[in-house]
């Protein structure tokens, strides 16, 4: 089953320094037909004005996954940490028992980030933020594992979960086929482009709900960006 939720469709919410699309229920939008997907429970799709940003807010039992797109954000938490992710990395943040953080858009242009919310396998646990660079180019022509909780994803950001992110860089006419099992939980957005998933087109920004299949395959209708969870 594939199911498409369009860009046109998804919830929405402008406040000027923050242009929101929700995939899922969040906030201020509810649909009793997108709480969450699997484990997945948010997906959102901001544009970040230059110099402004998410003050410092609470958060606990939640895997929170930051994908940047273009631009940068800066993390900082109660924990200590600081770091400043590019477009193309990803940043993971653990929020166990409780930690506070705030992510700013400190550069001079728009910074536009996939906010990606997982269900932990347990709750508690020591929170944790983490961050690395995943070069756009080695993600050329195949699907790279960037964050994940499960066995052998040891070149992997690690979450507390029963799930993976992953990306890949897709020139025109170019595939990739994933398998999976039919039990799990596959969510596709493209972050540019379009593609076709087993014959369903799916434009950028659009979500792909996919599950009961044992393996899919991803054509690029024209060079695109893709990133995908895959949760229980």
């Known amino acids: 089953m594939i199911d498409v939720r369009r860009f046109s469709t998804l919830g929405a919410a402008n406040h000027g320094w923050l242009d929101a699309r929700h995939h899922f229920s969040f906030a201020g939008y509810h649909d ?8 997945l429970r948010v997906w959102n799709d901001d544009t970040i004005a230059p110099k402004s940003g998410f003050p ?21 938490d109660s924990l200590g940490n600081e770091g400043r992710t590019e477009a193309g990395d990803v940043q993971v943040m653990s929020a166990g028992t409780g930690i506070q953080h705030s992510e700013f858009n400190l ?24 961050a690395r660079p995943f070069p756009r180019h080695d993600r050329d022509g195949q699907l790279v594992t960037l964050a994940s909780g499960m066995p ?16 890949a860089t897709l020139k025109a ?14 969510y596709l957005v493209p972050a ?3 593609v076709m998933i087993d014959g369903t087109e799916v434009n950028a920004r659009d979500g792909a709900a996919i599950t009961a299949l ?18 229980a």
Request: aromatic fraction near 6%; hydrophobic fraction near 35%.
């Open 32 to 39: 009793p037909a997108r709480v969450h997907w699997g484990a």
């Open 56 to 76: 410092a807010h609470p958060h606990s039992d939640m895997e929170i996954v930051t994908y940047v797109r273009e631009g940068a954000i800066t993390h900082r």
């Open 107 to 130: 550069e001079d242009k728009e910074t536009r980030l996939f906010q990606i919310w997982i269900i932990p396998d347990s709750q508690g646990g020591e929170p944790g933020w983490g």
């Open 152 to 167: 052998g994803d040891d070149d992997a950001l690690p979450i507390r979960a029963n799930a993976r992110l992953l990306g």
């Open 173 to 186: 006419g170019e595939s990739v086929t994933y398998t999976t099992d039919p039990a799990r939980h596959a």
């Open 192 to 194: 540019s482009g379009r």
């Open 214 to 231: 044992e393996r899919f395959t991803v054509e690029a209708i024209e060079d695109s960006e893709i990133v995908m969870v895959d949760s």
